[in-house]
C-alpha cells in the first residue's frame, strides 16, 4: 500500500497549488483528479491580454500545471476516484477506484486537502436565454474555449464574426429562484476581459453588457472597468427572454426601469456569464470525508474566520469548493490550505522523532 504524507482531492488551480505549497518542503504527495487531466476549468481559459495584462491568471494555471508535473515530490493519479476514507488524523486509509483499469488502490496518508472544484451553471436551467437551443447562445467558457483554439471569435452558427454581441450577468448567481442566492465572484471580471479581448480581436465590435451590479473589487479592477465604459454599453437589466429569429439573429428582451417599458434588441451572438456552483459530487464527498456541506452545497467551515478547516482534524478545504473563487482567490486559499497542512505534518515529524527516554 502506497504511502504519502499528503492527499490533495482535485487537480484543479487550488489542488496544484497546495501540493506544491507541501511539496516545497519535502512532503511527498498523491494528487487524486477524477478527469483525464490535472488542470481543472483553468485549463480551458484563454489569455486575455491586449494591450497590457488583465490579471486573468490563464498563464498562471498553465505555469503552476508544468511546475507540478516536474515535481519529484507529487505523484499523479487522474482517472480516479475517492470511494472510502477510514482513520484519523495522522493515519488516514483512502481507497480509491482507478477508471482506467477498474481496480482499487489504497493509499495510507497522515493528511488530505480537499480541492474538488465547482461546477459551472448549466445553462440549460434557464431555457427561455436559449442556450443550446440558440446555436449563437454560448457561455463564457464556451467563447474562452473558442479563442482559446482559434485566435478569433466567430458566430457558431456559420463561423461569421459578430457585429454585436451581448453579455448577460449573474446567469446561475443571485438567483432565489433556483436557490442560488450567492454572489459566484468571478462572472463580472471574466466578462469585461472577455469583452474587452473580442473588441481587441473586432476593433468594430459593439458589446452591450447587461447586469445587476458589477462587482469590480481587485487591484486595478476598477480602472479597467472605467475604461470599458468608454467602449461599451452597460444596461442595468437582466433579459427575461432570448430569442432567434429565422435569420439567427438573436432578440434580446429586457425591461427598461426608467422608461417603465419592455425592450427589444437584436444581437449576433450572446455570451451567458454562468456562474459558480457545487461539484455534482460534492454531497457524496462530504459524507465519504466525515465534513459537512454547507447550505448552498459548498464544503462548510465550522469558523467562518478559517476558511480552510473542517470539522476533521487533518482535513483542510482549498479553493473553490469552499465557495466560489477566482483563480487569485483559489490559490491564495490553497497556499493558506497548504500552510496549515505542513505545520501539522512538521509537528507530526517532529513528535515521532523525539527520543523515547
Not at 501540493?19 to 484563454?46: F, P, Q, T
Not at 472544484?117 to 437551443?133: I, M, N, S, V, W
Not at 459548498?298 to 476533521?312: G, W
Request: glycine share 8%; with cysteine; aromatic share 6%.
Amino acid at each position: 500500500m502506497p504511502e504519502s504524507d499528503l492527499v490533495v482531492i482535485g487537480g484543479g488551480i487550488a489542488g496544484v497549488t497546495a501540493a506544491l505549497g507541501a511539496a516545497e518542503s519535502a512532503y511527498s504527495v498523491y494528487i487524486v483528479e477524477k478527469n483525464a487531466d490535472i488542470g481543472g476549468h483553468g485549463a480551458r481559459l484563454c489569455c486575455k491580454a491586449t494591450d497590457a495584462c488583465r490579471q486573468c491568471g490563464a498563464c498562471v494555471v498553465a505555469d503552476k500545471l508544468d511546475q507540478v508535473r516536474s515535481n519529484p515530490h507529487i505523484s499523479i493519479l487522474t482517472n480516479t476516484e475517492v470511494e472510502q476514507v477510514s482513520g484519523s488524523a495522522g493515519d488516514f486509509h483512502v481507497s480509491l477506484l482507478c477508471r482506467d483499469i477498474n481496480e482499487k488502490t489504497f493509499l495510507d496518508t497522515a493528511a488530505v486537502i480537499v480541492a474538488s472544484g465547482f461546477e459551472p451553471f448549466d445553462a440549460r436551467h434557464k431555457p427561455q436565454l436559449g442556450y443550446r437551443t440558440s446555436a449563437n447562445v454560448v457561455t463564457g467558457l464556451d467563447l474562452e474555449e473558442q479563442i482559446r483554439l482559434t485566435g478569433s471569435v466567430a458566430r457558431p452558427s456559420d463561423g461569421r464574426p459578430p457585429s454585436r454581441i451581448a453579455f448577460i450577468q449573474c446567469v446561475g448567481s443571485r438567483d432565489a429562484h433556483i436557490g442560488n442566492d450567492y454572489c459566484s465572484r468571478v462572472c463580472c471580471k471574466y466578462a469585461l476581459r472577455m469583452a474587452g479581448l473580442a473588441q481587441s480581436l473586432l476593433p468594430e465590435l459593439d458589446v452591450a453588457v447587461f447586469y445587476m451590479d458589477i462587482q469590480i473589487a481587485g487591484k486595478g479592477f476598477h480602472e479597467f472597468y472605467q475604461t470599458c465604459r468608454e467602449t461599451m454599453r452597460f444596461v442595468r437589466s437582466i433579459p427575461v427572454s432570448v430569442r432567434e429569429s429565422d435569420s439567427e439573429a438573436l432578440e434580446v428582451q429586457y425591461e427598461d426601469s426608467a422608461k417603465g417599458r419592455l425592450v427589444r434588441e437584436t444581437f449576433d451572438m450572446v455570451v451567458l456569464s454562468v456562474g459558480m456552483v457545487p461539484a455534482r459530487d460534492a454531497t457524496d464527498l462530504a459524507t465519504i470525508l466525515g465534513i459537512d456541506a454547507g447550505s448552498c452545497g459548498f464544503f462548510a467551515n465550522p469558523e467562518p474566520t478559517d476558511t480552510n478547516r473542517t470539522a476533521v482534524e487533518g482535513i483542510w478545504l482549498a479553493g473553490a469548493c469552499q465557495g466560489p473563487k477566482d483563480i487569485e482567490g483559489s490559490i491564495a486559499h490553497a497556499r493558506a490550505a497548504a500552510m496549515d497542512a505542513v505545520s501539522f505534518l512538521s509537528s507530526r515529524r517532529n513528535i515521532l522523532s523525539e527520543p523515547l527516554l
